[in-house]
């Protein structure tokens, strides 16, 4: 088994931020797009933000554009998401996922999609108050 570590959840109220980290001992982030997924109770997971292997800018839901900030450091094994002005409505479990490639979307544009990632983290927990 592969591990996966994220951390840096935790409880905050609404308006506030959180630093979610992720980083991996076994295999190298270098080369694969790199991914945030949520989930809440009741909900499917979905994607909220994916930057590809060679970096740059980051892509992101709608649900979270202009509030969350992914950036990745490859020389410490480490990917972040820095999540500012949070609403109750994005409380749920955070995972990080390491992708089979490159890029984020496959070759027809289709984003976060659970095939293209082959290595989950445990996931850490995120609630907001209101």
């Known amino acids: 088994q592969v591990q996966v570590v994220e951390s840096g959840g935790g409880s905050v109220q609404a308006g506030g931020s959180l630093r979610l980290s992720c980083t991996a001992s076994e295999f190298n982030f270098a080369g694969r797009a790199m991914a945030w997924f949520r989930q809440a109770p009741g909900k499917e997971r979905e994607g909220i933000s994916c930057i590809n292997g060679g970096g740059g800018r980051g892509d992101y839901a709608d649900s979270v554009k202009g509030r969350f900030t992914i950036s990745r450091d490859d020389a410490t094994n480490s990917l972040t998401l820095k999540m500012n002005s949070l609403k109750p409505e994005d409380a749920g479990m955070y995972y990080c996922?390491?992708?089979?490639?490159?890029?984020?979307?496959?070759?027809?544009?289709?984003?976060?999609?659970?095939?293209?990632?082959?290595?989950w983290g445990q996931g850490t927990q995120v609630t907001v108050s209101s």
């Open positions: 996922a390491a992708g089979r490639d490159r890029y984020c979307s496959d070759s027809s544009g289709s984003w976060f999609l659970p095939r293209r990632y082959n290595y």
